[in-house]
């Protein structure tokens, strides 16, 4: 008897780990929502100072870089992805427990909500990375009817069949350390969509929010109120601004000057951020890298004159934003390499000391073309008589060559791998391969062949061609 409660105990003990794994596996892993809150139950209490509450408006605006470097302040974006503003309330009832931050701040795109419940993808990002209390119950409940509340609760009903998607960091807990170690909750546009300068005109006469949003957005205002705090409602630039949304955002202003708290919409702001359209949308309704910047540093200059918000350089309690503003630095400049077309700038940037580059001359290549000699020469690389394969650090140290026959060399650190290859083929000529995380690179057949691969960032910046072929024109 004894021996057979042993083993069912043993048994069941045995069940929950592998249904604990089976959940830590299969439970979804979100940047745009549910890490932004895990990450900031890691933070040492009382280090924010600025507090922005939003949806994907705010993480991709608000470039809590530029606010350390320029103003030293801690910051961070506790946002999520559509986030309407029951689950930013929610947020900042759970944010207000360990942080007493000196200026809260609410991206207001999603006052023009008009859904009282949104997809289901939407609800998991607002909620599930939030801890186990009375918030977490409360913001389901407002987040889906009442026949669902359950399912949301259990957890598990929800991504219980994500098989398909499973991917290498669902298995190796701390993988995303490279790009989360010291987030603060900003993702940076990495691309850029030329739009026209938008005409927003003006208008007058309000339309009233969503009687659920307006519950909510008082809710926010009311609990910064009541600790005492500074609250301030931002609308961050976006091309797609209609007068419908102007008159919502009216109708909001209107009621945060009940609060006194200042509403300031930079889509209408005569000076505004000195936004380009052409150059800093990442899409109609998000800012690239470049526009984050530039309205950051706008918006950052403005609350540092109105605000008594500390400069915390040079404070050791606080390196993680000096660590998280260098990763933003470096991501920026990946930014400027993949999108710069000049072979002279790319050979600069290249040499800048930030990158392992991976190079390779393929087929039949004229090296006393102009690109050709910009870029090797900029590497420090002369003799390529033949082709081959090379790997430089800082700039233009030489870490590996084939030389001109056959050759292969595998390169590994804590979290990628390196792997080159050169191998002849049966008419005597050769082929080329360098493969970084399993994924092979090669932009052209004939010609120059580089990969950029940023430390700092841990992604490949870059990866490009001088083709040969198409009269030497670099290309990606």
Known sequence: MK????????GALLLCLLLWQANRVLAVKYDDGIYSVTKFYELEDNTVDVLVLGSSHAYMSFHTGVLWREHGISSY?????????WNSYYYLKEALKTQTPKLIVLEGYRLLEEEEYLPAGFVIKSTYGLKWSPN???????????????GYMLGYTQYHDRYAEL????????????????????EMGMTTMPLEQPDFGTCTGTIALMEKTEQYYRAILELAQEQNIPIMVVIAPYGGMTQEDQKRFRAAEEIAKEYQAPFLNYNLMEDGAQ???GTDMYNTSHLNGRGSCKFTSKWGDYIAGQYEIPDHRGDPAYESWERDAAYLDALLEDV??????DAGRISEALAAGNYDI?????GYCQLEEEAVNSVLGGLGIGDVQGGGLWYLTGGDNVVWSSGSGEA?????????????KRVQRPDGGYDNEIVIDNQNYKTVNNGINVVAFDNVTGIVADSFGIDADNEYQLCR
């Open 3 to 10: 021996k057979t409660a042993v083993k069912f105990v043993a």
């Open 77 to 85: 974006l506790l946002t999520a992805s559509a986030q309407p503003l």
């Open 136 to 150: 977490r119950l409360d913001a389901i409940k407002a987040s889906v009817p009442q026949e669902q509340w359950l």
């Open 167 to 186: 991917a290498e960091e669902d298995f190796t807990p701390g993988k995303e350390a490279e790009r989360y170690g010291d987030w603060k909750g900003f």
């Open 275 to 277: 936004i380009d359209y």
């Open 336 to 341: 400027e390499l993949k999108e710069t077309v």
């Open 358 to 362: 991976f190079l390779s001359v393929d």
């Open 408 to 420: 292969s060399q595998y390169f590994e650190t804590d979290r990628h791998d390196f792997g080159l």
